[in-house]
């Protein structure tokens, strides 16, 4: 049997960004099978010399570099609590979040992504974070899910001049990995006091991740999708309904069908809250 060829460095590189891996963090590769090298005992204070003229140190103390200076998770979170508390408008919202310094994403992304369409519109969309292609646009869904998004709500005669479009991580994560708890929990003030300032009718939640942060289920998007939710936001209860995100449903086409019942049902409820109001 003769062996595969190994792959060229050029389709190495092809398969890597196919799979969403565009960006270096570091300039050599890190193998993280290897046994961690020992940690070196901490060192001494260095000596102090009393002279004459007074109290002198030899040895000045080293720079504190920024990952050794980051955050607590749980400092991280107040403070994010504490900024989009006080966020009047939404203007001043993406000012603070451009100016937080408690998310390490914001340091591996290319801009923060804020939010796309109408912010007096009567229906928000929340995806879970931004891609490769909302990093460097600085627009939420603009990529083959957002062309996917805009076709979806077209069909029920919506667009982005009448919905407004937003993730609950406005920071692309390296190579479109998965957010840790701990980043969406510092991230979910400011989403939530995102929602509050639009105050939609109808808060549509795009795909697993933004659906359990938001509303608080720990049931999988198959039992939730179609299903009616309150959101509080502490100034009204909104009503909710979890859905399919569109780059879910670019893999798995099959389900565009439910996804498509979940479209006329947002219809139906935006027909209802028209006539209400």
């Given at each position: 049997?003769?062996?595969?060829?190994?792959?060229?460095?050029?389709?190495?590189?092809?398969?890597?960004?196919?799979?969403?891996?565009?960006?270096?963090?570091?300039?050599?590769?890190?193998?993280?099978?290897?046994?961690?090298?020992?940690?070196?005992?901490?060192?001494?204070?260095?000596?102090?010399?009393?002279?004459?003229?007074?109290?002198?140190?030899?040895?000045?103390?080293?720079?504190?570099?920024?990952?050794?200076?980051?955050?607590?998770?749980?400092?991280?979170?107040?403070?994010?609590?504490?900024?989009?508390?006080?966020?009047?408008?939404?203007?001043?919202?993406r000012e603070l979040m451009d100016k937080f310094e408690g998310c390490a994403l914001?340091?591996?992304?290319?801009?923060?992504?804020?939010?796309?369409?109408?912010?007096?519109?009567?229906?928000?969309?929340?995806?879970?974070?931004?891609?490769?292609?909302?990093?460097?646009?600085?627009?939420?869904?603009?990529?083959?899910s957002g062309k996917l998004l805009d076709r979806m709500i077209g069909a029920i005669?919506?667009?982005?001049?009448?919905?407004?479009?937003?993730?609950?991580?406005?920071?692309?994560?390296?190579?479109?990995?998965?957010?840790?708890?701990?980043?969406?929990?510092?991230?979910?003030?400011?989403?939530?006091?995102?929602?509050?300032?639009?105050?939609?009718?109808?808060?549509?939640?795009?795909?697993?991740?933004?659906?359990?942060?938001?509303?608080?289920?720990?049931?999988?998007?198959?039992?939730?999708?179609?299903?009616?939710?309150?959101?509080?936001?502490?100034?009204?209860?909104?009503?909710?309904?979890?859905?399919?995100?569109?780059?879910?449903?670019?893999?798995?086409?099959?389900?565009?069908?439910?996804?498509?019942?979940?479209?006329?049902?947002?219809?139906?409820?935006?027909?209802?809250?028209?006539?209400?109001?």
């Open positions: 049997m003769i062996p595969e060829p190994a792959p060229t460095l050029k389709q190495l590189l092809a398969f890597y960004l196919e799979a969403g891996v565009d960006c270096a963090l570091a300039e050599e590769p890190v193998n993280r099978l290897a046994e961690p090298e020992p940690v070196p005992a901490p060192r001494e204070a260095p000596p102090i010399e009393v002279t004459p003229v007074g109290i002198k140190r030899s040895v000045a103390a080293p720079a504190v570099l920024r990952s050794e200076a980051a955050t607590p998770p749980d400092v991280a979170i107040a403070s994010a609590r504490e900024a989009a508390r006080t966020a009047p408008t939404l203007e001043a919202l914001k340091y591996t992304a290319t801009r923060l992504v804020f939010a796309d369409g109408n912010p007096e519109a009567r229906i928000m969309f929340v995806g879970e974070a931004p891609g490769r292609d909302e990093d460097l646009e600085g627009l939420p869904f603009v990529g083959r005669g919506l667009d982005r001049g009448t919905a407004y479009i937003a993730n609950v991580i406005p920071w692309r994560p390296p190579g479109n990995r998965t957010p840790t708890p701990q980043e969406t929990q510092i991230c979910l003030p400011f989403i939530r006091r995102q929602i509050e300032l639009v105050d939609p009718d109808l808060l549509i939640t795009l795909g697993n991740p933004s659906t359990q942060a938001l509303l608080g289920t720990r049931e999988g998007i198959m039992r939730t999708r179609g299903r009616w939710f309150d959101y509080d936001t502490g100034t009204r209860v909104i009503r909710a309904l979890p859905t399919f995100h569109p780059a879910y449903l670019l893999r798995s086409p099959g389900y565009k069908r439910l996804a498509w019942q979940d479209l006329r049902a947002i219809a139906r409820a935006l027909e209802q809250a028209k006539s209400s109001s």
